[in-house]
């Protein structure tokens, strides 16, 4: 809740130019936090808020533009669990608004790839899914990475879309909006559906 200060400031100075402060502390605080990443190519752009965790463990190519609400976690740590995590995104790669990339074992992403808003891409779990890890709720249970995520180049991720651990999608795929991929997508694709399932062979 603001207070009567920020009150104040909110009802005298013009919404344009409170944007532009906004929009300025955010460009501000990505661009000091590029010099954490273990790679990051010579162009990128991110609109916040964000929230990156753990920018020691990923790399970014050129041309990396991404709307506000991008979550990029990285753990290496949760609980007494260690993990070594791997992010690696491509060339040319475009993020719409509200993305989750989480990580314990690698998710790789390749050049030239769109992802549209709301989309969840992770290489873990939270516990098997079995009668023993319900005795624990699901916060308390060890993360499971079954495989890696990995996306090919020249891939459209439409609206929505949960990308699962242990799949890969190969190069030219297409996946439709709201789509829940369990299973490897071939090259040159369509698949949509949930769990998803190829509809359209290019």
């Not at 999608?169 to 829940?180: F, L, P, T």
Request: glycine share 8%; aromatic share 8%; net charge positive.
């Amino acid at each position: 809740m603001l207070n009567f200060l920020g009150r104040l400031i909110l009802k005298f100075i013009p919404t344009h130019l409170l944007k532009n402060k906004i929009d300025y502390i955010y460009e501000k605080e990505w661009y000091a936090l590029r010099k954490q990443f273990k790679a990051i190519g010579a162009v990128s752009k991110v609109e916040g808020p964000f929230i990156i965790k753990n920018p020691k463990y990923i790399s970014i190519g050129d041309n990396f533009f991404s709307l506000y609400n991008l979550r990029i976690e990285a753990w290496d740590e949760y609980q007494e669990q260690k993990f070594s995590p791997e992010i690696i995104i491509g060339d040319n790669v475009v993020l719409n608004t509200d993305c989750h990339i989480g990580c314990i074992n690698k998710v790789e992403i390749g050049n030239n790839v769109l992802i549209a808003s709301r989309v969840y891409i992770s290489d873990h779990s939270h516990g098997e899914i079995d009668k023993g890890s319900l005795i624990l709720p699901p916060v308390k249970r060890s993360l499971i990475s079954k495989g890696p995520v990995v996306i090919g180049n020249n891939v459209w991720i439409g609206e929505g879309v949960c990308i699962l651990p242990s799949v890969t999608i190969e190069e030219n795929a297409i996946i439709g909006a709201n789509a829940v991929v369990t299973k490897n997508v071939p090259p040159n694709c369509v698949v949509a559906g949930n769990p998803a399932r190829v509809i359209k062979q290019l």
